[in-house]
């Protein structure tokens, strides 16, 4: 159907449904996009110390192959992305709720940018342990915040925090084994 709008003749109509469900798309990209961002900054600076220094470093029991890290976090941050995504969508409820809640998936997420930096980039363990702190923190609250608003988003969170809590054993355990 064709329409004059604001000064522009014959300008295609789009139903406000389908405007909605674009901007809900662009959204979806923009939350996984951006997790995809800070997992493509942290794999590049893990990159290059799993090799040397990592592989130098005497592990704690329970450590994981190297190759295991990949695949789980290729999986996770898009699944952040998705339940950040799921909360934003949410129309009927109050918006600085959402807010709050979307303000603090993205602490946890520069958070989460932090450690790979501290840990693989400075070699710093102990700094890193206290970034991963920090992050196991920040995740926990992001949950906590999402549940009232979207189940579902704090249910895909759950897996992540899983594994920051397992990343936090793995950490002080090289702290602890590595010092001096």
């Given at each position: 159907?064709?329409?004059?709008?604001?000064?522009?003749?014959?300008?295609?109509?789009?139903?406000?449904?389908?405007?909605?469900?674009?901007?809900?798309?662009?959204?979806?990209?923009?939350?996984?996009?951006?997790?995809?961002?800070?997992?493509?900054?942290?794999?590049?600076?893990?990159?290059?110390?799993?090799?040397?220094?990592?592989?130098?470093?005497?592990?704690?029991?329970?450590?994981?192959?190297?190759?295991?890290?990949?695949?789980?976090?290729?999986?996770?941050?898009?699944?952040?992305?998705?339940?950040?995504?799921l909360v934003w969508r949410r129309i009927d409820i109050g918006a600085e709720r959402k807010r709050a809640a979307l303000r603090?998936?993205?602490?946890?997420?520069?958070?989460?940018?932090?450690?790979?930096?501290?840990?693989?980039?400075?070699?710093?363990?102990?700094?890193?342990?206290?970034?991963?702190?920090?992050?196991?923190?920040?995740?926990?609250?992001?949950?906590?915040?999402?549940?009232?608003?979207?189940?579902?988003?704090?249910?895909?969170?759950?897996?992540?925090?899983?594994?920051?809590?397992?990343?936090?054993?793995?950490?002080?355990?090289?702290?602890?084994?590595?010092?001096?």
């Amino acid at each position: 159907m064709l329409q004059q709008k604001e000064g522009r003749a014959f300008q295609t109509y789009e139903p406000p449904s389908r405007r909605a469900a674009r901007g809900s798309l662009l959204a979806l990209i923009g939350f996984v996009g951006l997790s995809l961002l800070v997992w493509a900054a942290n794999g590049a600076i893990t990159a290059g110390s799993l090799r040397g220094w990592y592989g130098s470093l005497l592990p704690p029991p329970g450590t994981p192959s190297t190759w295991l890290f990949a695949p789980v976090w290729t999986t996770l941050y898009p699944v952040m992305g998705v339940a950040a995504w799921l909360v934003w969508r949410r129309i009927d409820i109050g918006a600085e709720r959402k807010r709050a809640a979307l303000r603090t998936w993205g602490w946890q997420l520069l958070v989460n940018s932090l450690w790979s930096p501290a840990f693989f980039g400075l070699h710093n363990l102990g700094l890193s342990l206290v970034v991963i702190g920090l992050l196991l923190a920040a995740v926990t609250l992001t949950i906590r915040r999402f549940l009232p608003l979207q189940p579902v988003a704090a249910a895909l969170m759950l897996p992540y925090v899983l594994w920051v809590g397992y990343a936090a054993y793995l950490n002080a355990g090289f702290w602890w084994l590595n010092r001096g």
